[in-house]
């Protein structure tokens, strides 16, 4: 099940349960625990020159950010959902605390993301959301510049999609073709749209290059919803619905660096971290049945972890305090931590915890010992980090509302000591960040009727939010104003 590389330095062939992992690219096909046989590779595009591994700088945003408070991601800082220093307003409604709101083109689940006074955000239109004369044919993808200051639109580039695309229907309707949150590097702005591949565009909305990842499906066809990540020069994207592979790309060009493929990543929806391993970095990234480390650089594995997380995973992997939390899974939910350091297989030496406490599609925050997550079926729940164990568990009440699905598909972010979680059709819950569950507050804006499907974003005393209508601005005005 899991990628049969071990990085260069370490080719020699390991023997577990009866499978091997084998020396750099030697593939093998390998069966695990019942799941379907995987064979792994992870080259480069030009398998003449492949990305040295070499052992890598604790991990720091990238070098090219201008202001610490910016958002570039998604879940922020290392997609960590942590916004330290900032202060946003724990309230809001349509007349308290909007500073501005902005028509958008279409609908989205992805998140904004903040780069100094430009915010970035994608959508979809032309087909599957309800325009006339919508066909398949039609669908195209919209990344929209906005000026921070007051919520104008600077520019808007659109993307035709590539055909053929997954037909609208079953769970694709849930969140539709603009999932996929951009990132940046503070110089250029870097998008995944599925079957359409992933695409790099500078500040003035000129699109640099444009690389296909595949245009396969799984089985259910449900799209993907991965975000894009920087690392060094590259742009790692799960590309787990179109290519069964996770790639890397030179952000300059768009050339393909390596990619690791598997039919374990044709169910695995979630976006990789990368998690600071002694010297080196790791990007981890969780499937059906395991939880991977591999080499940045190459896309080797270094370790794996049989989890026992089944069927299908959703939320991201946390990281932090010397490990890595792993959660989701369909039918049975689970939450598994991993600590870091080894190699090859430790699951008998490396797994700290597990329990049944979790939650299927929000990603957890880490804060203080202790992860944070309101469940997709709207339970507040606090877990301690070094052992698993509950320490609180509460139905947020008035979560739940008219219409198709869970009450919360985004994640949960954080800032002064509040978590913000925000539901789908009823308002955000503002949850104080400590052991005693306390409700601070719990915000709507009741003019605006569509889905809030997406994870907001933080800078400095600023909440970005976006629904399927509307891109809003939450903030003080008296603090906008000391500002300018």
């Known amino acids: ?97 909007v500073l501005w709101k902005t028509a958008l083109p279409g609908p989205g689940t992805s998140s904004p993301i903040v780069v100094g006074q430009r915010v970035f955000v994608t959508c979809f239109s032309g087909y599957g959301d309800g325009s006339p ?36 229907g079953g769970f694709l309707t849930e969140h539709g073709y603009a999932s996929h949150t951009p990132a940046s ?14 695409a790099a565009f500078d500040f003035t909305g000129r699109k640099l290059w444009q690389t296909s990842l595949g245009t396969d499906s799984n089985e259910k066809r449900w799209g993907s919803a991965s975000s894009p990540i920087l690392y060094k020069d590259l742009v790692i994207v799960n590309a ?12 300059k060009t768009g050339r393909e660096m390596w990619r690791a493929t598997g039919d374990a990543l ?34 080797k594995l270094r370790w794996f972890a049989e989890t026992g997380l089944p069927g299908n995973i959703a939320p991201s992997v946390i990281a932090g305090d010397g490990m890595v939390f792993a959660c989701g899974g369909y039918p049975a939910l689970g939450f598994v931590a991993v600590r870091l350091g080894g190699k090859g297989d430790v699951t008998a030496t490396n797994i700290a915890w597990r329990t ?32 698993g164990a509950l320490v609180y568990k509460e139905r947020l009440p008035g ?14 972010v954080l800032a002064n000591g509040a978590l913000y979680a925000i ?46 209508r509307f891109l809003y601005c939450i903030g003080s005005p008296m603090a906008a104003s000391a500002a300018r």
Not at 145 to 154: Q, S
Not at 185 to 198: L, N, Q
Not at 240 to 251: F, R, T, W
């Open 1 to 97: 099940m899991h990628p049969s590389f071990l990085p260069s330095s370490e080719a020699r062939t390991h023997h577990t349960r009866g499978f091997s992992i084998l020396p750099h690219l030697l593939p093998r096909r390998v069966a695990v625990a019942g799941i379907a046989a995987l064979l792994v590779s992870a080259a480069c595009a030009n398998a003449a020159s492949p990305i040295p591994a070499t052992p890598a700088p604790a991990f720091t945003a990238p070098a090219a950010l201008a202001n610490p408070t910016d958002w570039l991601r998604f879940r922020g800082p290392n997609g960590s959902g942590v916004a330290l220093n900032a202060q946003p307003p724990t309230s809001w409604s349509d007349t308290e605390n």
């Open 133 to 168: 004369g919508a066909g398949l044919s039609k669908l195209q993808r919209h990344l929209i510049c906005v000026n921070r200051a007051d919520g104008r639109i600077l520019w808007s580039s659109v993307i035709p999609a590539a055909q053929p695309e997954d037909y609208f």
């Open 185 to 198: 590097d503070g110089e250029r702005v870097y998008v995944f749209f599925g079957k359409s591949g992933a």
């Open 240 to 251: 787990s619905e179109e290519g069964h592979a996770l790639v890397a790309l030179d952000k």
């Open 266 to 299: 044709r169910l695995s929806f979630g976006t990789p971290v990368l998690a600071q391993n002694g010297l080196n970095v790791d990007l981890v990234f969780s499937v059906p049945g395991e939880l991977w480390g591999l080499n940045p650089d190459t896309g």
């Open 356 to 387: 049944h406490d979790s939650t299927y599609i929000p990603t957890p925050i880490l804060h203080e010992g202790r992860l944070y997550f309101v469940s997709d079926a709207g339970f507040a729940t606090c877990l301690d980090a070094r052992t």
């Open 399 to 412: 979560a739940a509302a008219p219409g198709r699905g869970k009450p919360f598909y985004a994640s949960p």
């Open 423 to 468: 539901s789908r059709r009823n308002g955000a819950f503002v949850i104080a960040a400590q052991p005693q569950f306390k409700l601070l507050a719990q915000d709507k804006i009741s003019g605006d009727d569509t889905d809030f499907n997406a994870t907001p974003a933080i800078s400095d005393r600023q909440l970005f939010l976006r629904s399927n």
